[in-house]
């Protein structure tokens, strides 16, 4: 393995966090979500030469991250209509979620497999306390607008949230 | 619940075990409705090379070749000199396929630019592809007829040249209706096979595009 992979791979590993929820967001299947990752690394590897270390790593990955999960199309498979709470990456890491926040972490995710992909981007952005400036320069959208997007964004997932059965205050 | 929070919960949502396998990913293939039209182009290169090189043996064995499909000179040579004219389409539009792809993938421009682009690019591969094949199939098509009917299929052909088309110009008008015909079934196959494969992928993105579009 080369300097230049093994710098990669351990970038990707120190921050991996950030992948993984994004496709979590961004997949409910976990098939589907396993692909998006892979194809995440795929294309930060293909990008990583235009990595010029201005900005932090982490913030490059996301943006790197979101516009590959924006422009990805899962498999074209049968497979059965799942209405499982997206809980983790496999059964190890289902069984340590416990109580209750850990319950609406899980109906959140939940709920955010009904946003749009550009929503899913900004739901993405927002939990991640990413300061609206960032958010606007990632999104090719003004300040004003990221605002305006997610008033609306909060409303449309109380929304969702209660149509769940779950109280939203 | 609220989502603000869920905000400690969300940061120390991290995954557990050993579950990102990255080195996997060197090895696996892209899954981009662009890296897929890009297999796609790869195959199909590599399957006009294997039909080059069939024609070029079926042609150039000889006369036993010939002799066996009952092929008169003039069916071999117009057949060379169809199969040049495609060698040199072939040649032209791989080579501008393999000059894009080479200049393609830049991911971490703004979502909004990212959006645009792949879907630009999406489109404009679409276009050339599109092109491409009503230029090439025909002329296959043709080359396959010439090769296939052998002498027969020329002497019609030879007939059809040689009538007077102002005295009876049905023969000429056949040849017309067969052209246009297959120009059209080319055409139909080519829409239909691009809209299943990759005309919900340009749709979905045109809709993000316009999305972010309209509010910038």
């Known amino acids: 393995m080369d300097t230049k992979q093994a710098r990669f791979l ?40 235009s990595y010029r270390a201005e900005s932090k790593f982490s913030t490059w990955m996301y943006r790197v991250g979101l516009n590959t999960a924006i422009a990805f199309f899962r498999k074209q498979k049968r497979r059965p209509d799942s209405e499982k709470l997206p809980f983790g990456f496999d059964q190890a890491e289902e069984k340590t979620l416990a109580g209750e926040k850990e319950e609406q972490l899980a109906v959140f995710y939940k709920a955010v497999q009904h946003l749009n992909k550009v929503e899913k ?28 997007r997610l008033n609306r964004l909060k409303s449309k997932l109380k929304e969702i949230i209660k149509n769940m059965n779950y109280e939203y205050r | 619940m609220n989502i603000d929070d869920l905000k400690d919960t969300w940061k120390n949502d991290q995954p557990k075990g050993d579950n990102l396998n990255s080195k996997s990913a060197f090895c696996k293939k892209s899954g981009s409705p ?22 070029i043996m079926l042609l150039f064995y ?17 057949s060379i000199i169809v199969i040049f004219i495609l060698f040199i389409l072939n040649g032209f539009y791989f080579g501008r396929f393999f000059a894009f792809y080479r200049s ?7 979502l909004k630019d990212s959006i645009r682009k792949i ?30 009917c052998g002498t027969n299929g020329m002497h019609y052909v030879q007939k059809v040249l040689s009538t007077n088309t102002f005295e009876s110009p049905l023969n000429l008008l056949i040849i017309f209706a067969v052209i246009i015909i297959s120009f059209a079934v080319t055409y139909i196959c080519i829409n239909h096979h691009l809209r ?21």
């Open chain 1, 121 to 148: 981007a900004l739901v993405y952005l927002y939990m991640e306390d990413v300061p609206y400036d960032d958010i606007a320069a990632s999104l090719g959208i003004t300040p004003i607008n990221v605002r305006v």
């Open chain 1, 10 to 49: 351990q970038l990707i590993e120190e921050n991996k966090g950030i992948l993984f929820k994004i496709s979590k967001i961004y997949q409910d299947d976990p098939e589907d979500r396993s692909d998006l990752l892979q194809e995440m690394i795929l294309q930060l590897w293909i990008a990583f030469d």
């Open chain 2, 104 to 110: 393609f993938s830049q991911y971490d421009l703004n």
């Open chain 2, 34 to 55: 662009l890296s897929r039209i890009r297999r796609n182009m790869k195959s199909e290169f590599i399957a006009v090379l294997v039909s080059y090189a069939c024609l």
């Open chain 2, 119 to 148: 879907t630009y690019e999406l489109e404009l591969n679409i276009e050339i592809y599109k092109t491409y094949n009503f230029c090439v199939t025909p002329l296959a098509v043709l080359v396959t007829f010439m090769l296939l």
């Open chain 2, 62 to 78: 000889g006369n036993q070749s010939a002799h066996y499909l009952n092929l008169a000179n003039p069916v071999v040579n117009a």
């Open chain 2, 196 to 216: 299943t494969q990759y005309g919900k992928y340009v749709a979905e993105l045109k809709e993000i595009a316009d999305d972010l579009g309209n509010e910038g």
